[in-house]
């Protein structure tokens, strides 16, 4: 009872009838055993097999025919429902709680509901909220700091009064100021923050601690600034005056970062960092400051940044920029080792191979700079995704330019 259909050859449509003695009738194909019924009726009309229809057209071919009108008419159906749907969208505004294509968000809420580590901010609208803004990114995204009074007592039985730095001989704090000192966040496991800030405008201080990462939600990096500040986002050195008291220690502030914000710092934007702390996608409108003081530092990596003022590295090696443009009419200044600069414009130094040789020969020679390596440009760049509010991005997307 199997398809006869799917054994035969579809170009051969001249097939003969042949009637044997005994008066069946087969076709002239051999291989096909399918005898045509003659009925009652005139010998003219003949009651098709599997083969054939009363057209004549055989069943493989009626599929292929049903199968390509079937094909068309959906395509056609599935035309005429996008432009009726798109039409209708079009003269409709979004509502609240559906995204662009109408569809209703039930499953993902507008705003959505963050988890206790990531935390959305958005510009205060006067002093009040400025400063209650302020306590509570410190909270959030700073260490603790070492108050004058808890570093006095915590060295008060320990050393001398004349052994102390920055106390008196009556055992009084002069020049120790509060500082932020190493915490149990430095190897912690749980605690990761994400402090994501809404275009604005943010007249706040505030230390960017471990794990923490300072992202703007605007387009373009002026989009969140940092103004009418005094350091901004920043990080210091930690542990003064118990690390080489007074200096510190740079060495260890890893695992932080901040991208696609804008800051215009009255002291320059402070940085100490040591590798594991990247600055992407900024637009820094004050000196950089990549040290503090004579704290050690080691390593760090900027990249599509535009710094109006000087950088300095102090203290620094072993730092990468790359598509930076430097303003500031001055070319960087210190390093210890190995700075690089990839894709960069503006103020760059010249290439240099690192210490000098004293004149006449000799090893151990002064040193009259870091090594400076130069790459005009790279042929693959890899970017990495930044986060924008919906909004903005809807906003700016319809702008003219």
């Not at 001398?160 to 912690?188: C, L, R, V, W």
């Amino acid at each position: 009872d199997g398809d006869s259909s799917s054994y035969y050859d579809d170009d051969d449509d001249d097939d003969e009838v042949i009637i044997d003695s005994n008066g069946t009738r087969y076709h002239s194909n051999r291989h096909l055993y399918a005898p045509l019924e003659i009925t009652s009726r005139p010998a003219a009309v003949i009651i098709p097999n599997r083969t054939t229809n009363f057209f004549g057209i055989r069943r493989k071919k009626i599929k292929i025919i049903l199968v390509a009108f079937i094909i068309a008419a959906t395509i056609l159906v599935a035309s005429l429902v996008d432009t009726t749907t798109t039409s209708t969208t079009s003269e409709q505004p979004t509502r609240e709680g559906e995204d662009d294509d109408g569809d209703d968000d039930d499953d993902e809420p507008n705003p959505p509901v963050f988890p206790e580590s990531i935390k959305l901010f958005h510009p205060p609208k006067n002093e009040i909220e400025a400063r209650e803004l302020q306590t509570i990114v410190q909270e959030s995204a700073s260490d603790p700091i070492l108050t004058r009074e808890e570093e006095f007592s915590a060295n008060n039985d320990k050393t001398s009064p004349s052994e102390k730095t920055g106390y008196d001989a009556q055992q009084q704090p002069t020049t120790t100021p509060d500082h932020t000192y190493t915490t149990a966040n430095h190897f912690s496991s749980t605690h990761r923050i994400a402090l994501l800030f809404s275009p604005g405008t943010y007249p706040i201080d505030f230390e960017v601690g471990y794990y923490v990462t300072v992202h703007g939600l605007g387009i373009h990096p002026t989009d969140v600034a940092f103004a009418n500040v005094a350091k901004g986002p920043h990080v210091p050195a930690l542990d003064k005056y118990t690390n080489r008291p007074p200096h510190g220690s740079g060495l260890d502030t890893f695992w932080r970062s901040i991208e696609n914000v804008a800051t215009y710092p009255r002291h320059g934007m402070r940085w100490t960092v040591s590798q594991a702390a990247p600055l992407r996608r900024m637009h820094i409108g004050a000196n950089l400051d990549l040290y503090d003081g004579d704290a050690w530092v080691s390593g760090g990596v900027m990249t599509n940044v535009v710094v109006e003022g000087n950088v300095n590295f102090g203290g620094q090696q072993q730092w990468l920029m790359r598509n930076v443009d430097l303003r500031g009419g001055e070319v960087p200044v210190g390093g210890a080792w190995s700075l690089v600069f990839v894709g960069c414009v503006g103020d760059v130094p010249r290439e240099f191979g690192g210490m000098m040789m004293k004149e006449g020969g000799g090893g151990g020679g002064g040193a009259a700079g870091p090594s400076i390596s130069v790459v005009d440009d790279v042929d693959v760049r890899v970017e990495k995704p930044y986060i924008v509010m919906k909004e903005m991005g809807r906003h700016r997307h319809h702008r003219r330019r």
